[in-house]
């Protein structure tokens, strides 16, 4: 019973997070550029529960985000992304923890965020062009990722704690 509760608060916070998200305007001439904040929770959880609940976690943070925006486009680019990000977080965090930190994780996890959102643009949209925002919007992605990375280690290690 504890888990269940666990995983739906996780995404409550996720919700929240992202829906304060939007309401931060960003400086950065580029469409669709967000801070990612959520991911820390998306990150716990997959370091707490594993990919199966952070993928849940995501997506149905992703489906109540459209629900909530009523933006349908919004939908397979944030599905692509989180998906993306929470395999290859799972992946580095699973063959290189040994050399990586929460950080490095999380910075891996902006990276491939960031290429799955623009994969998707670019398939939906036709024009592969997009993907020339791409540097650009990982340098955003690398200090958010530093940020997500750093806060979600210190929160994993007193959760693993209570939980």
């Known amino acids: ?20 998200e939007n309401s931060i305007p960003i400086p950065i001439p580029v469409p669709g550029v967000k801070l990612g904040l959520s991911n820390i929770v998306l990150l716990v959880t997959l370091v707490i529960y ?22 349908l486009s919004s939908l397979p680019y944030s599905f692509t992304g989180t998906i993306l990000a929470l395999i290859s977080m799972y992946l580095a965090y699973r063959y290189l923890s ?24 670019s398939i939906i949209l036709n024009n592969f062009k997009i993907l020339y925002y791409l540097p650009l919007i990982n340098l955003m992605g690398i200090v958010t990722g530093y940020i997500v990375g750093l806060t979600s280690g210190f929160i994993s290690q007193r959760l693993k704690k209570v939980i």
């Open 98 to 121: 040994k050399w990586l930190s929460l950080i490095g994780v999380s910075e891996i996890g902006a990276l491939f965020f960031n290429l799955g959102q623009l994969l998707a643009a």
């Open 1 to 20: 019973m504890k888990k269940p509760i666990t995983i739906s608060l996780l995404i409550s916070f996720a919700l929240v997070i992202s829906l304060f």
């Open 50 to 71: 594993g990919l199966k609940e952070a993928l849940l976690v995501g997506l149905v943070k992703s489906f109540l985000m459209f629900l909530l925006s009523g933006r």
